[in-house]
């Protein structure tokens, strides 16, 4: 009786307090010197999977680990290792190989649960902890008001929050910090799901401090939602994005060549470094390499993926309520997707995927002439008189934005206003103003358009490349008069 006893005992699953003392001891002896502590929200989060597993409720991959994950956790980018493993015995055993071997986690969480065909699957959840923020419930009621309080890790600066409400829109909320310290209160009215999201800036640009998902009056769900059916690869990002965009009533964004290459080539150097960031020292910004490859844009957002499909890496981004705002941003019309495999900052093997959105630059046959009329609707829009269009300050204008371009300076010597209130008739007094823009519509922040004063303007504007603001510039000199 006492051998049968023994044996059960022998195919029994570990305790948790086994497999995190196996994990902790693995750490030790694989990591030397870097200390690690059991996190209880990825513990749970490896619970909660394990437990869905061996219930039939979520498959045994990296992605369904990452949901629970995602559910259980504010860490922005917790690395997921799963296994499985016969007899459940050995599942302590096991703990030992699913953390990454590069030893880039302070924060371990491990569970495990027998499956039906007998075996164990066995999870382990690692993450970096930099940024402290104090615990958010996952389930509020609506009306609730939940507090974001938290200190930053140490190099990053100047937090902002983000979330993205119900019904998809993102909204950038005041955030009061005093130096690395962040505090805010956040009333939660809609029914439904929110992300909550604090950015910050480090060496590498914008980056993800803490990501909290909170259900408010709607149960946490309890199961993976269905794989996605967009494709795989590239293509089935793009189809993704274009569903995405389409459920919100914006216009489709257009795969360009040019941004491709550029995306590519991001995505190229982040794993060749080995760094995920959309600040490399060997690339710059996202503005200065389309400025390198000369492409003019009005406005560009890009957001950074890093995870085992290039699929699970574009939902990572979608789940960012920063980086969500950018495939949301209206004035987006083109789309550049670049994605290369590479080793991770922790060893593994995974995809940096890089998305890029633009609003190009399109130029106009009379830009001077849509310059005036957007200058006309401003001081209608302000109840001022209307200037009258000049020909002579006309003439004047586009003789100098002529030089100003051909010289590639914005430069104007004292001598043309005065020059100008001489050539014109019945004027007493003329100032200029010039701007280097992207479009006519940026004109109405023109300083002199809001002064009563002045009864005459004149337009000079053309379209430029420049080696110093970028290509396909649009060269503006504005003339006021009276």
Same mark, same amino acid.
């Given at each position: 009786?006492?051998?049968?006893?023994?044996?059960?005992?022998?195919?029994?699953?570990?305790?948790?307090?086994?497999?995190?003392?196996?994990?902790?001891?693995?750490?030790?002896?694989?990591?030397?010197?870097?200390?690690?502590?059991?996190?209880?929200?990825?513990?749970?989060?490896?619970?909660?999977?394990?437990?869905?597993?061996?219930?039939?409720?979520?498959?045994?991959?990296?992605?369904?680990?990452?949901?629970?994950?995602?559910?259980?956790s504010a860490e922005?980018?917790?690395?997921?290792?799963?296994?499985?493993?016969?007899?459940?015995?050995?599942?302590?055993?096991?703990?030992?190989?699913?953390?990454?071997?590069?030893?880039?986690?302070?924060?371990?969480?491990?569970?495990?649960?027998?499956?039906?065909?007998?075996?164990?699957?066995?999870?382990?959840?690692?993450?970096?902890?930099?940024?402290?923020?104090?615990?958010?419930?996952?389930?509020?009621?609506?009306?609730?008001?939940?507090?974001?309080?938290?200190?930053?890790?140490?190099?990053?600066?100047?937090?902002?929050?983000?979330?993205?409400?119900?019904?998809?829109?993102?909204?950038?909320?005041?955030?009061?910090?005093?130096?690395?310290?962040?505090?805010?209160?956040?009333?939660?009215?809609?029914?439904?799901?929110?992300?909550?999201?604090?950015?910050?800036?480090?060496?590498?640009?914008?980056?993800?401090?803490?990501?909290?998902?909170?259900?408010?009056?709607?149960?946490?769900?309890?199961?993976?939602?269905?794989?996605?059916?967009?494709?795989?690869?590239?293509?089935?990002?793009?189809?993704?994005? @274009?569903?995405? &965009?389409?459920?919100? %009533? =914006?216009?489709?964004?257009? +795969? #360009?060549?040019? !941004? /491709? *290459?550029? $995306?590519?080539?991001?995505?190229?150097?982040?794993?060749?470094?080995?760094?995920?960031?959309?600040?490399?020292?060997?690339?710059?910004?996202?503005?200065?390499?389309?400025?390198?490859?000369?492409?003019?844009?009005?406005?560009?957002?890009?957001?950074?993926?890093?995870?085992?499909?290039?699929?699970?890496?574009?939902?990572?981004?979608?789940?960012?309520?920063?980086?969500l705002a950018n495939?949301?941003?209206?004035?987006?019309?083109?789309?550049?997707?670049?994605?290369?495999?590479?080793?991770?900052?922790?060893?593994?093997?995974?995809?940096?995927?890089?998305?890029?959105?633009?609003?190009?630059?399109?130029?106009?046959?009379?830009?001077?002439?849509?310059?005036?009329?957007?200058? @006309?609707?401003? &001081?209608?829009?302000? %109840? =001022?008189?209307?200037?009258? +269009? #000049?020909?002579? !300050? /006309? *003439?004047? $204008?586009?003789?100098?934005?002529?030089?100003?371009?051909?010289?590639?300076?914005?430069?104007?010597?004292?001598?043309?206003?005065?020059?100008?209130?001489?050539?014109a008739k019945g004027?007493?007094?003329?100032?200029?103003?010039?701007?280097?823009?992207?479009?006519?519509?940026?004109?109405?922040?023109?300083?002199?358009?809001?002064?009563?004063?002045?009864?005459?303007?004149?337009?000079?504007?053309?379209?430029?490349?420049?080696?110093?603001?970028?290509?396909?510039?649009?060269?503006?000199?504005?003339?006021?008069?009276?």
């Amino acid at each position: 009786m006492l051998v049968a006893l023994l044996l059960v005992a022998a195919g029994a699953l570990p305790s948790q307090a086994q497999l995190e003392g196996a994990a902790l001891e693995a750490i030790v002896g694989s990591c030397g010197e870097r200390k690690a502590s059991i996190d209880r929200d990825l513990t749970r989060a490896c619970r909660s999977y394990t437990a869905a597993a061996a219930a039939g409720r979520a498959s045994v991959n990296g992605p369904a680990v990452s949901f629970y994950a995602s559910i259980e956790s504010a860490e922005p980018a917790p690395v997921a290792g799963i296994g499985t493993v016969d007899p459940p015995s050995h599942a302590d055993r096991a703990v030992g190989d699913l953390f990454p071997k590069s030893c880039h986690f302070n924060r371990i969480g491990v569970g495990a649960a027998v499956l039906p065909s007998g075996g164990a699957v066995v999870c382990a959840l690692t993450a970096l902890h930099g940024t402290d923020l104090d615990r958010i419930t996952g389930r509020v009621d609506a009306g609730e008001t939940v507090h974001v309080r938290g200190t930053l890790a140490p190099g990053l600066v100047s937090p902002r929050l983000y979330v993205t409400r119900p019904s998809g829109e993102v909204d950038e909320l005041k955030l009061g910090n005093d130096g690395r310290s962040f505090a805010t209160a956040l009333t939660l009215e809609t029914r439904g799901e929110h992300s909550i999201e604090v950015l910050a800036d480090g060496a590498g640009g914008p980056q993800v401090a803490a990501l909290r998902r909170v259900f408010v009056g709607v149960p946490v769900p309890t199961r993976p939602p269905p794989e996605p059916r967009d494709g795989e690869g590239l293509a089935g990002v793009e189809a993704a994005i @274009a569903r995405l &965009r389409a459920s919100h %009533g =914006l216009p489709p964004v257009q +795969r #360009d060549r040019e !941004l /491709d *290459a550029s $995306a590519e080539g991001h995505s190229h150097e982040m794993a060749r470094l080995r760094t995920f960031a959309h600040v490399l020292p060997s690339d710059g910004t996202t503005g200065e390499r389309l400025r390198a490859r000369g492409y003019p844009y009005r406005s560009v957002g890009e957001n950074i993926g890093l995870a085992n499909d290039v699929g699970s890496a574009h939902e990572a981004i979608v789940g960012s309520p920063a980086h969500l705002a950018n495939l949301l941003d209206p004035r987006h019309r083109r789309l550049g997707l670049g994605a290369v495999k590479g080793l991770t900052p922790d060893g593994t093997e995974a995809f940096y995927l890089t998305e890029v959105l633009v609003a190009p630059v399109v130029g106009s046959v009379d830009p001077a002439g849509e310059i005036a009329g957007y200058l @006309a609707a401003e &001081r209608q829009r302000r %109840g =001022l008189r209307a200037l009258r +269009r #000049d020909q002579t !300050l /006309d *003439a004047v $204008a586009a003789e100098q934005v002529r030089a100003m371009a051909s010289s590639d300076q914005m430069k104007l010597t004292k001598a043309v206003p005065a020059a100008a209130a001489a050539r014109a008739k019945g004027l007493s007094s003329v100032v200029a103003e010039l701007h280097v823009s992207t479009a006519p519509e940026d004109l109405t922040s023109s300083k002199n358009l809001a002064e009563p004063r002045w009864t005459r303007i004149g337009v000079g504007a053309l379209y430029a490349s420049s080696k110093e603001y970028g290509p396909s510039r649009l060269w503006v000199v504005l003339l006021y008069g009276r």
